[in-house]
């Protein structure tokens, strides 16, 4: 008999003994002498018994498991928020199942699919890019499922939150480039359904405005991945000669405006100072190191979860939906 298939009845049957006895001996129960506890333990440990956990869940209608949506995992963004999860996640009793949408809107739907046929107890949910449409959510909450969304929120749906501060961050980031002398600033902008595009790109004009700098049209850029870049060098390269400053909306769009400008005769700061947002490794070692806004992953992470399991140890309260907001912190390097 395979050890990943033993069960109580299996160590019954062996034992010679019941298989409540070995129920109430594997859970320490005082009516149990300690020699037939002993012998129960020992058996068990001997052919790896493992308690059914699908048997367990359907006992507690509860499974103790999360469902995690992210758009990517690669990015240390999404990596650190993952962490500050976990850590809290485990040390409360409860595990992670992890499914990334890849930025895909159909991705999405099947990951919450799949995780609520998991029977998770809870999902935390950063949207993708391409999400327009929410019913996959709605349907989730409508069963009873709490959900708490993180990062990248959907606005339609009534639910707990984290995210950035991401007006206050890119007014920030806008204002130390006007600081240091700079007045004709692109910014290479995530798309505006994304309500951190929307957010990011009001702190950035918001900073134009409070130092009496009009906003050009033309040197917003709808630009926000590494890919996105270098596919439209040449659009940004046009606009360039016209520049002073870049506010990308992440890192990776930053470290990338730079290698592209410098590629063509551009010195970082003084041409052109950069300025991203995340402050993930990259921003240290990219040449030179760059100036970001950090944006406190693995903080979020922890939050996130924390009020999910608020939710899910309290049933039957009445809990208002909380919006957690995390203020980003400037970091000043030499791409400034």
């Known amino acids: 008999m395979k050890s990943s298939h033993i069960t109580i009845k299996d160590i019954a049957r062996i034992l010679g003994i019941s298989a409540s006895t070995v129920s109430r001996a594997l859970k320490d129960h005082p ?3 300690e020699e037939t506890r002993n012998l129960v333990k020992t058996f068990a440990d001997k052919v790896h018994y493992r308690p059914n956990a699908l048997a367990l869940s359907l006992r507690r209608q509860k499974t103790y498991t999360l469902g995690l949506i992210i758009p990517e995992i690669v990015h240390h963004f999404f990596s650190s928020v993952i962490s500050g999860m976990e850590d809290l996640a485990y040390g409360e009793g409860y595990h992670m199942m992890i499914c990334q949408s890849n930025e895909n809107y ?3 739907v099947i990951n919450t699919q799949a995780l609520l046929d998991h029977r998770v107890d809870g999902l935390l949910v950063s949207i993708s890019k391409t999400t327009r449409e929410f019913n ?3 349907t989730a909450l409508d069963n009873g499922t709490p959900i708490v969304f993180f990062d990248r929120i959907c606005d339609e749906i009534e639910s707990d939150r984290v995210l950035t501060d991401d007006f206050e961050g890119a007014r920030v980031a806008t204002s130390h480039l006007i600081e240091q002398g700079r ?7 995530a798309p505006k359904h994304l309500l951190i595009g929307k957010n990011r790109m009001k702190g950035y004009k918001q900073a134009l405005s409070n130092y009496g700098i009009p906003f050009n049209e033309e040197f917003l850029v709808k630009c926000d991945t590494r890919e996105d870049v270098f596919s439209m060098q040449q659009h940004i390269l046009s606009i360039a000669p016209k520049v002073d400053g870049i506010f990308a909306v992440n890192d990776s769009t930053a470290i990338a405006a730079m290698q592209i400008l410098q590629q063509n005769g551009y010195k970082i700061p003084s041409d052109i100072a950069v300025i991203g947002f995340g402050d993930g490794p990259n921003a240290t070692i990219a040449h030179p190191p760059l100036s ?3 944006q406190k992953g693995y903080e979020m992470g922890r939050e996130a979860v924390r009020l999910l399991i608020q939710r899910l140890e309290n049933p039957g309260a009445q809990i208002n939906f909380q919006t957690k907001i995390l203020t980003p ?3 000043k390097r030499e791409s400034t």
């Open 106 to 108: 159909y991705r999405e």
């Open 292 to 294: 970001t806004v950090e």
């Open 183 to 189: 007045k004709n600033i692109m910014h290479l902008a």
């Open 136 to 138: 996959h959510l709605k």
């Open 31 to 33: 009516d149990i002498s």
């Open 329 to 331: 912190t400037l970091k």
